[in-house]
DNA sequence: CACTAAACGAGACGGTACGTCCCGTCTTGAA
DNA sequence: TTCAAGACGGGACGTACCGTCTCGTTTAGTG
């Protein structure tokens, strides 16, 4: 078969994700991802000396990685800070949404998942929040905003509306233009720095300009 | 043992809380669960028939309910906006870090967490925003700030903030009080309105007045 | 199913018997004999929690006890020295034959078999001289022979005939009874004490009266 | 190392035959042999296409081989029936008590070596009445002791106390004299042929004279 | 002296069985 | 009846070997 030539290791990856978005995270056994991946049991424990949990573990860190890759893929040529959050808004809600083994654990695994938030959100926000810093740096901000709470800010907006977009429908490019303009932007940028040309929102805005 | 009295269903529920206190989520068994509460193994099953995953589910519905209520007690008496999200702020993050059970998990079950967000954060930021929604209508906002965009906004960054407080002590009052005041309310509330004796923030903000 | 109220313990150790008896001791499963008892399993480590191991030991004290029993049960009405070794090495010879187990693991676990003689001969002998002590007690010995010695002499050749008979047909009565008149009580009871109207044997015998 | 040089075969039964002793028949491994042969497992499944069956058949032949011809090196200048008798109880004792192997099996593998006995004790009874038969042909023997009879005798009373020798010590020359002269050729040799000045026995006999 | 062929070390792999743990069902006996 | 106690079937886990196979790397042996 022409997988046999592939990696075992990415092989097993594969089918580990392959049975989580079908089973869900908690029904998910070794050895079905063995199987899915066409490789023994044994194997498995081979390549995840940890067994189950490291190769639950591996799987999700796998996916993260490879959206976080995409995601770069997508923004890497954005050259202006709206082009950037409208993009990665859109790009990040869309995969957010398709993401099978998401959708699957999110019916399956009811309660398992309020917390990590902690942890984990910490390191995102940063991340997050780092990336955009270049960008607001090129713009001529309002007076008194300071670029990393800025910054900040734009992240923790950004990551709670990929998560709940509430009344936005974040795929539908006119729309997410809109909210970046009149909600994310509004109160930092100099009005009319950018993408002055663009008409008015009738919607209301979060923060005053 | 004077707990013998209690409602077998309670006793099983803080049993099963405390074994997921100390071992965690995926290790917890039905058995330790009812050992721990006093209780049969099968008298475990006639309270809850779905077995361990009903259990564990009514474990996390239990002390999230738990959680809303104290933080309701908290916040109801609070008179002004800036109370609120004070108060609400240290409370929750302090319920979020002392809460032993999310430690336990957060060390316990890396990876099972980062889902999850979709479904239920939805819900979590419009409870907020609708409790947020009444104290903002007392206010005068700045011109063009819509009160429902502005408690939508407050809900996400306050959620946010408690899960990833960043560089702000959220137990530390005076702190607290300034990440509400510049960070928070700025953009949305007329300067001076409340609270306006107080000193200001040698801080940057992150949404212009 | 009528079998389902005899003592589980016993239902296991006649599927592993008959599992031994088909595959040999070696190639017999955990999973075969428990499948054998219709027992899973799990119970079969319940009731043997050595295991594997425990589980065959077991079936080899039990198939043991079961031949002295039976043998004991063919013996104790006997009312000469004669009659008992004659029927003694008559039926042992035969349950040794036509025993199933024996004969499967005879074939199939060549060179595994050769010592285990040391510990166990030791009590074998012992205990089969114990046992025929008594009834030579009860005869005129030739002059000079010792009744221990002699009961340990005949242990010896009676074991030693049962498990390699030679030429000799224990299942065949004439030859036996000749046997024991010519070559095994020969030199130790008194000429015509018992049995003397049997005709003289044809064969040479092995010491001399 | 200086035994690099040496047949692998060679090298690896020893190695196994090492791991035996150590550790019993059962909880030898392959690996195990192997390594404390100095070699790869692959080389051993090269000498042993059976895999550890043939391995541990090989060593248990291997050790038996060596058991027969050491035997026949110390047998075969005896000049007399007595010497043999001695000389070979003496030395099948102390190679049975010494040998590492069966004292390791013996305990570690109880009841997996009650059987064997009817083949295998069938050849061996036969070899060794075969070779004492020639021994006893020089003999002047008793009135109506026939030859084969009596070294079918002496043969199946050499195994027994070899096995399980009793209350005699076969190590000690002066009591395996004794046993030879009072117990086994006694009722065989006409009285005083051979050895007659010997000291007469304080013990009784099994069989008259 | 290079070159081939055999033996070997190393190690990945599929597979089988082991012994353990837990789940969910069921029965029994005592309060 | 309700519950504690516990046996049981079932199933997954993680471990340990087995036997097979494929790689490179010696190590001779031969042209």
New interface residues.
């Given amino acids: 078969m022409g997988q046999a030539d592939r990696p075992a290791r990415e092989r097993i990856l594969e089918g580990a994700y392959a049975c989580v978005a079908r089973r869900g ?1 908690a029904k998910t056994t070794v050895e079905d991802a063995a199987r899915q991946a066409g490789v023994s049991r044994a194997t498995v424990y081979r390549h995840f000396p940890g067994g189950r ?1 490291e190769l ?2 591996a799987v ?2 796998w996916q ?1 990685l490879r959206f976080f890759t995409r995601l770069y893929e997508e923004l890497h040529h954005a050259r202006s800070l709206h082009q950037v959050l409208e993009r990665g808004l859109t790009f990040a809600r869309r995969s ?2 398709q993401h099978e083994v ?1 959708q699957r ?2 019916v399956t ?14 390191r ?3 991340m997050v929040a780092g990336f955009l810093t270049p960008y607001l740096a090129r713009y001529a ?10 910054s ?2 734009l992240a ?2 950004t ?3 990929i ?2 977009p ?1 009344s936005w429908d974040l795929e539908d490019p006119e729309q997410t233009a809109e909210l970046v303009r009149s ?1 994310l932007l509004a ?2 940028v100099r009005a009319g720095a950018v993408d002055g040309s663009r008409p008015r929102s009738t ?7």
């Fill in positions: 995270l949990e639950i573990d999700v860190l993260f957010l949404r998401l654990v999110l695994e009811p309660g398992v998942l309020l917390p990590k938030l902690t942890t984990e959100m910490e995102v926000v940063a901000l309002r007076d008194g905003v300071d670029v990393h709470e800025a900040d800010y923790r907006m990551l709670s509306l998560c709940a509430g909600q109160g930092i919607r209301g805005t979060a923060v005053a300009r």
